[in-house]
């Protein structure tokens, strides 16, 4: 016999919607956040709320796990599949290197991407108490005064969640993006790209894509900074990740990220001062340097010479010469003659 009162016509729109939301989640790696849910059904937090705790209380995996999680990611958490748990071996020195390497991400407070992380990092130093004991706990408890770094004007990115969301499933699902891109001192323009990559440079964001040409067969690689796409939106349009692109060669012959022209070979004196500082580090994978015996310092590379690289070389004032080529060094002296005007 029906529970249902005659003449009344049964309601599955809450089963329909957690349904809709599962749909929703196989297609989304990183999740979706709690706003985006309530925006798409048209329902209220504490609605959503309910539908949440249904997932949780009745749908398991094979682990017998609770099927969803909910992240600290962005205003009110996102929804996501739960993650399994990573085996970690290895000793409690190889699991802190760990730490330190996650921790360089620390740039990216306040987006999905750090809250992954700093999950991460709490997962890390849970299964590190449980299986070293007291004294590893003791250890993790100053841990993150006794190694520390101090990062270089890193930009923000808490309020560009929205964009990263995007940018993140379109390169994770390999979907072609079309986005409205704001250039320094000019007008927005609209892009139809691929993303290809998500690259990390001084504490910075940039996506490296591929746009097809009107031109048929013709394609240009291009680097947008995440904080200047004011506009994206996924298409449902997939493509073939290029097997000709390899970022590590992209970048090889550049200082920074622009390539203004072809590498040439350069030649550097190095002031007394800051010789070893400058020879302790790898500016360049082409970088061949002479420590001469009254302390001075010769550099030779062979790059692409562009503003990224005469900005470095400005950063040491009086203390960097330019040797060769000439043409660079007038660029240099230009440079330092307009700043001087300035005063």
């Given amino acids: ?124 130093q849970e299964r590190l108490r449980k299986e070293h004991g007291h004294q590893t706990s003791l250890v993790l408890k100053d841990f993150h005064k006794k190694f520390f770094h101090r990062t270089e004007a890193p930009k923000d990115y808490s309020h560009l969640n929205d964009i990263l969301t995007h940018v993140v499933k379109a390169l994770v699902l390999q979907k072609q993006m079309d986005i409205t891109y704001q250039t320094p001192g000019g007008e927005p323009k609209q892009h139809r790209i691929w993303p290809l990559s998500l690259l990390m440079y001084k504490r910075a964001l940039y996506v490296v894509a591929r746009r097809p040409s009107v031109e048929e067969g013709k394609t240009r690689d291009l680097t947008f900074a995440v904080e200047r796409i004011k506009e994206v939106r996924v298409s449902d349009a997939g493509f073939n990740y290029p097997q000709d692109y390899e970022p590590s060669e992209r970048f090889q012959n550049t200082f920074g990220l622009v390539r203004e022209s072809d590498p040439q070979p350069v030649r550097l004196h190095f002031g007394v001062k800051v010789a070893q500082n400058v020879a302790s580090r790898r500016w360049h994978q082409t970088q061949e340097t002479t420590l001469r015996q009254d302390g001075t310092l010769e550099m030779t590379l062979t790059m692409d010479a562009g503003e990224e690289f005469i900005a470095w070389l400005l950063s040491y004032g009086h203390h960097v010469k330019v040797l060769e080529p000439e043409h660079l060094a007038t660029r240099v002296r230009e440079k330092l003659q307009q700043a001087l005007d300035q005063y």
């Fill in 1 to 124: 016999m029906s529970d249902t009162p005659p003449g009344t016509k049964p309601t599955y729109g809450s089963a329909i919607r957690v349904a809709q939301i599962i749909h929703w989640l196989h297609g989304s790696p990183i999740g979706i956040s709690q706003s985006e849910l309530v925006n798409r059904l048209g329902i209220s937090e504490r609605t959503l709320a309910r539908y949440i705790q249904t997932l949780r209380e009745s749908f398991f995996d094979d682990d017998g796990q609770s099927l969803v999680e909910v992240t600290r990611s962005d205003i009110g958490g996102r929804l996501r599949f739960r993650r399994k748990g990573v085996k970690m071996e290895g000793s409690a020195y190889e699991l802190m290197s760990l730490y330190l390497a996650l921790d360089l991400m620390t740039f990216l407070e306040g987006t999905f991407l750090m809250d992954g992380v700093q999950d991460l990092l709490d997962r890390l």
